[in-house]
């Protein structure tokens, strides 16, 4: 006699399907908040921002019958191009759409605001390579490394305030590895000595006065991870149109065309302000 199984009843055993969609668990997208906003004016139209920059003045001691010195300064600017156009398209046939359990268009919809201002954070995190100093850290990144950070930024005057750091999961590891961080006979804290108590999940903590977000949408190549340690008015975005959707029933598809898109422009606006933090596997 035949036996009866799972395989044999395979077209009479039911499949279930959830009626929720999992999504992607998505990279935490940190730097457009925490850097300088000049987009309102571009709304008007126009694509350079000209950002001009006053030179130091000195001052002098003055000698009896002496005239005074005149400082001859010469100014400088920051030019921001708005030249990036970044969008997410899909099309969604109307069979999809008709035979389909889900409403495909707000899924969609998501997942194109994700991509979008993924692509967005990358342009931003890219800025990397205008840093006025590079601290190779290689394997590892230890206190040495950070102490050098603040020492750069301390040396150019960079204001305490609104220091920021973007770090991956390997730095945060590396970081959460240093006993004075973390152990509390160094610190006196119950726990992670450099955890936040905001509502902020992004902020891993401070360290020397510099707010550390984790992300892992900060830049790899060649091999190399690079952490972003930067004042908020060392980098600056101008989002002249915020993303946007356009949507079309075309007939010659037979679907819902959806286009989410952008036009935007990013630039490093203080250099001395900036410093890149290599490490020669993923950040």
Same mark, same amino acid.
């Given at each position: 006699? *035949?036996?009866? =199984?799972? /395989?044999?009843?395979?077209? @009479?055993?039911?499949?279930?399907?959830?009626?929720?969609?999992?999504? #992607?668990?998505?990279? *935490? %997208? &940190?730097?457009?908040? @925490? $850097? =300088?906003? &000049? +987009? /309102?004016?571009?709304?008007? +139209? +126009?694509?350079? $921002?000209?950002? #001009?920059?006053?030179?130091? %003045?000195n001052a002098r001691s003055k000698s009896a019958s002496t005239n005074v010195t005149f400082d001859a300064n010469s100014e400088t600017t920051i030019t921001i191009n708005i030249n990036k156009q970044t969008y997410s398209a899909v099309l969604i046939e109307d069979i999809a759409k008709v035979q389909a359990s889900y409403d495909l268009q707000s899924l969609y919809r998501a997942a194109q605001a994700e991509a979008v201002a993924r692509q967005v954070d990358t342009d931003i995190a890219s800025l990397y390579t205008g840093a006025g100093t590079t601290v190779a850290a290689g394997t590892v990144v230890t206190d040495p490394n950070i102490i050098s950070t603040v020492t750069t930024f301390d040396a150019n005057n960079v204001p305490r305030s609104e220091r920021f750091g973007i770090i991956g999961a390997y730095t945060e590891g590396d970081l959460l590895n240093i006993n004075k961080y973390v152990a509390y006979d160094q610190t006196g804290q119950t726990g992670v000595a450099v955890k936040d108590t905001s509502s902020d999940d992004s902020l891993v903590g401070r360290l020397y006065g510099m707010e550390l977000h984790m992300s892992n949408n900060v830049v790899v190549t060649g091999g190399s991870g690079y952490d972003v340690f930067f004042h908020k008015k060392a980098l600056s975005i101008a989002m002249q149109l915020p993303p946007t959707y356009k949507m079309e029933d075309s007939v010659d598809a037979i679907g819902m065309k959806a286009v989410l898109h952008c036009i935007y422009g990013v630039a490093v606006e203080r250099s001395t302000a900036l410093v890149a933090m290599s490490r020669t596997t993923a950040a």
């Open positions: 006699m *035949a036996d009866v =199984t799972t /395989s044999t009843e395979a077209y @009479l055993i039911a499949q279930k399907w959830t009626k929720e969609v999992e999504l #992607p668990f998505y990279k *935490a %997208l &940190r730097f457009q908040n @925490l $850097i =300088t906003q &000049r +987009g /309102s004016l571009v709304q008007d +139209g +126009g694509n350079v $921002i000209n950002v #001009p920059f006053l030179g130091t %003045l």
